[in-house]
């Protein structure tokens, strides 16, 4: 299976402590580059999801977001240092008496140490969202996937179409051949009347030669099993499909340039089309 450079995953994990949504897309890109934005609290786990990315990644430019919404009602349970309450009542009291004045219960809960909150185990919420991160990049593996095997169903219905312009082309050589043949004979009989049968043939084999371009078509066969090849063992084969595209290429200039017949020259810009369309949906896969 061949893999799309281009997808989008999401993923939420929910628990006691709150939310994390997990996000991940990407876009074609020569190399894997990764960006990862996710809250402060969390940067720690950079190192661990871009390992992950590069596990299961290899080209595209991919982007990381993190979205994490706290849970209000999971915040520790309130405690009082009831010592250090008392000791702060005692001497507040003592200064009352100095000063005549009220002590106010909001001042002493509000001193540094009095009320304490139970922090969050952060560890089992690190543990959760890394399994949320797992998921999301499965789904998001699934996601180039599916597409992949649209761009994979694209191509080789392109593939299939150079081979019947490779037919029409194979079909119209002995017609064409022919043509030649005429047209050089009657060029030289309105030049002279005496036709020396072995220069006209030898004429005919140059031609022939110069005009022949049955090598380019069996290249471009060829082509197109190595590329249907290529497709069936799937993997990361983006850039060994470019490089495919580039042959082809330089056979369908190759035989337009041969071309001396309209049939032929469609030929080889209906393969330039092809090709073309081929090739800008191989700059998406990995």
Excluded at 126 to 134: E, F, K, P, Q, V
Aim: hydrophobic share 40%; aromatic share 6%.
């Amino acid at each position: 299976m061949i893999h799309s450079m281009t997808a989008y995953a999401r993923r939420e994990i929910k628990g006691e402590w709150g939310t994390g949504t997990w996000e991940v897309r990407s876009v074609n890109q020569r190399y894997l580059e990764t960006f990862i934005r996710a809250p402060e609290q969390f940067r720690g786990m950079e190192p661990v999801i871009r390992e992950r990315l590069r596990k299961h990644l290899q080209r595209g430019k991919v982007e990381v977001f993190l979205k994490f919404v706290a849970n209000p009602a999971h915040v520790g349970e309130l405690s009082i240092n009831q010592s250090l309450a008392e000791q702060l009542i005692n001497s507040a009291k003592w200064v009352q008496q100095q000063s005549n004045g009220d002590i106010n219960p909001v001042d002493i809960l509000r001193w540094p140490g009095v009320m304490e909150a139970q922090e969050v185990d952060m560890d089992s919420v690190n543990t959760a969202l890394i399994t949320g991160l797992d998921q999301v990049i499965e789904d998001f593996k699934s996601a180039r996937g599916d597409e992949g095997a649209n761009l994979e169903e694209m191509i080789a219905t392109r593939l299939t179409a150079i081979l019947e312009q490779v037919d029409i082309v194979e079909a119209h050589m002995p017609e064409i051949t022919k043509w030649q043949r005429e047209k050089l004979v009657q060029k030289l009989e309105d030049l002279t009347t005496n036709i020396d049968e072995s220069r006209l043939e030898q004429e005919l084999i140059y031609l022939a030669q110069k005009q022949d371009v049955a090598e380019e078509l069996d290249r471009l066969k060829s082509h197109v099993k190595e590329t249907r090849k290529i497709l069936n063992k799937g993997g990361a084969c983006g850039r060994r499909l470019d490089f495919m595209m580039q042959e082809f290429n330089r056979e369908a200039n190759t035989l337009a340039s041969k071309s001396i017949n309209s049939d032929i020259t469609n030929a080889a810009v209906e393969l330039k089309v092809l090709i073309e369309q081929m090739r800008e949906q191989i700059q998406n896969i990995e």
